[in-house]
């Protein structure tokens, strides 16, 4: 693997070094149009809002391309560089690629705290309606205690 621009494009166009330069520069805007049509095809695809460009570094680590707001997502941490993952505890849209990429369920990644079961069990209990005062069962210590409002 290359680690150098210039050495990628140095080995693509290896066969037509040697020829005059017109051919090379022709063979070079040839092959800039070529990547540059790829590119532009692709990303007429896209639907959504994020490019889906990812790099993955491991099974869990990912960068996220997104312009100016790149992401690096490490799924077995629950982090991203832009924070809302750890902060928020929903993905963001950078967890979101990653975790697609990887065909996990992006439920699996959400806090128990968004999960409908624990919205439901948080309001499983009832609130009771008190009855009406005249029948309120008050004990003489409590009646008799004066409430007075806090010095301002």
């Not at 439920?107 to 009406?132: G, I, M, Q």
Request: glycine share 2%.
């Amino acid at each position: 693997m290359t680690t150098n621009i210039s050495e990628c494009i140095n080995a693509i166009l290896l066969k037509v070094r040697e020829l005059p330069v017109t051919i090379l520069a022709e063979e070079m805007r040839s092959l800039v149009q070529r990547w540059h049509y790829e590119r532009r095809t692709e990303a007429e695809k896209c639907k959504t809002r994020l490019t889906p460009s990812l790099d993955p570094a491991s099974d869990t680590v990912y960068t996220i391309l997104d312009g100016d707001k790149n992401g690096v997502v490490d799924l077995q941490a629950r982090t991203c560089s832009c924070r809302r993952f750890q902060l928020e505890q929903l993905l963001c849209a950078h967890a979101m690629i990653a975790i697609r990429h990887s065909k996990r369920d992006v439920y699996d990644f959400c806090s128990e705290y968004y999960n409908s079961s624990t919205w439901k069990a948080t309001y499983a209990r009832v609130v009771y309606p008190l009855p009406h005062q005249g029948d309120w069962v008050v004990p003489n210590e409590v009646r008799d205690v004066k409430v007075l409002p806090p010095d301002i």
